[in-house]
């Protein structure tokens, strides 16, 4: 097989992880928009196989050392050289709706998120901020908890 024709395999796996990272981010936010628990689901296990044979791919290919793709140098390591080609190209989506179907739940998360606090969430903040950071994963853990029921 020819470099050429790895470093196209490997972008085109790299751009659907990419892709398939995005759309589970997406999914997050629309569930935590709409004020509910995420969970791991559909998208996540998409993403997660997606990630898997991207991995897969890097160690069968067994790149020799300094191995360039667009400008950047894969490491041999398998793991790290899938974050880094990861996080070079841009995520691909046959019809670029990545977000769309949770636009609108985006946005209602994001105005709640942008409002300013009032002096009483500000106290709140600044009292979480003092506390250990497992005492605070505890408050965090109950306050959800407590919305959920």
Not at 85 to 100: G, M, Q
Not at 113 to 135: C, D, I
Request: proline share 5%; glycine share 4%; net charge neutral.
């Amino acid at each position: 097989m020819t470099m050429d024709l790895v470093r196209a395999i490997l972008l085109a796996l790299a751009r659907r992880d990419k892709s398939t990272y995005l759309r589970w981010q997406a999914g997050l936010a629309a569930v935590r928009a709409r004020g509910l628990t995420p969970t791991h689901n559909e998208a996540f296990a998409h993403h997660v196989q997606t990630e898997l044979c991207l991995v897969d791919a890097l160690r069968a290919a067994d790149l020799p050392s300094g191995f360039r793709i667009d400008g950047i140098t894969l490491p041999r390591d398998p793991v790290t050289a899938a974050k880094r080609l990861r996080d070079h190209v841009p995520a691909w989506s046959p019809d670029n709706a990545i977000e769309t179907d949770h636009e609108q739940a985006r946005l209602q998360y994001r105005s709640l998120a942008a409002t300013p606090l009032n002096a009483q969430e500000t106290a709140y903040a600044e009292m979480l901020a003092g506390l250990p950071a497992a005492r605070r994963d505890k408050v965090i853990e109950l306050a959800e908890h407590l919305t959920r029921h």
